[in-house]
């Protein structure tokens, strides 16, 4: 059966540092990938989508890459801010109209 | 980016009542939108994709009396939780396509069941 995969469970990270997040996935073949922010009690917010043909993408600190050869992606966020805590998920869909499906997400906490 | 609005955030019912949630796309129009429920430290699962005008597809497991979805317009879902139960407490999270790829996800729903 399909399975997505976010490594960490949670990641503490040091301010200003890079954050990098993990996702793996298997018998599972994506036409794009979207990564979210959660906070408690909150909806996810959308910060990037990549699809199958692309390498990398970014947007302000972060950026997102995705191997379709190693089914990964990885998700950086630059100079991480406290603000930046919170847990981001890791969504695939195999395109058309299909739904995201998530993975469990990484809780990170930036420490200032 | 493009906003979902659901209400209301939160709602307690006695055991056996039903309860609504409603879903909107503020800004966009919505073929498709789709219902999620988390539990606590768990990600996202899938309930069911509603098209608009057409009836629900459910996920295997999900009970389609239970969870009653109308979708009556490319703005509005609404997921109604019939005869609810305690276990049927949980954070429910809507979602709406505006496009063939993003997802944009409303604010979420808690429910508690008592």
């Known amino acids: 059966s399909q399975k997505i995969e976010q490594n960490s469970e949670a990641l503490n990270i040091q301010e200003g540092k890079t954050a990098t997040l993990t996702c793996n996935y298997t018998?599972?073949?994506?036409?794009?990938l979207q990564w979210y922010r959660q906070d408690p009690g909150r909806g996810p917010v959308f910060l990037l989508l990549?699809?199958?043909?692309?390498k990398e993408k970014r947007k302000e600190r972060l950026k997102v890459t995705f191997d379709t050869t190693l089914k990964q992606s990885l998700f950086h966020i630059t100079a991480s801010q406290p603000a930046d805590s919170a847990t981001y998920l890791c969504?695939?869909?195999?395109?058309?109209?299909?739904?995201?499906?998530f993975g469990k997400g990484t809780r990170l906490s930036v420490i200032a | 980016g493009a906003v979902v609005s659901q209400h209301p955030s939160r709602v307690i019912c006695k055991s056996g009542t039903s309860v609504k949630i409603e879903c909107r796309s503020l800004?966009?129009?919505?073929?498709?939108m789709f219902w999620y429920r988390q539990f606590p430290k768990q990600s996202l699962m899938l309930m069911a994709t509603?098209?608009?005008?057409?009836?629900?597809?459910?996920e295997q497991g999900v009970e389609k009396d239970k969870f009653l979805i109308n979708h009556a317009s490319l703005t509005l879902s609404t997921l109604t939780v019939t005869s609810a139960h305690p276990e049927d407490s949980s954070f429910y999270i809507c979602?709406?396509?505006?496009?063939?790829?993003?997802?944009?996800f409303g604010p979420g729903t808690r429910l508690l069941v008592l």
């Open positions: 979602s709406a396509r505006q496009l063939l790829e993003t997802q944009y």
């Open positions: 018998n599972y073949s994506p036409a794009y």
């Open positions: 990549i699809r199958e043909n692309e």
């Open positions: 969504a695939l869909a195999r395109g058309g109209n299909t739904p995201l499906v």
């Open positions: 800004d966009f129009q919505a073929t498709t």
């Open positions: 509603s098209n608009e005008g057409s009836k629900a597809t459910y």
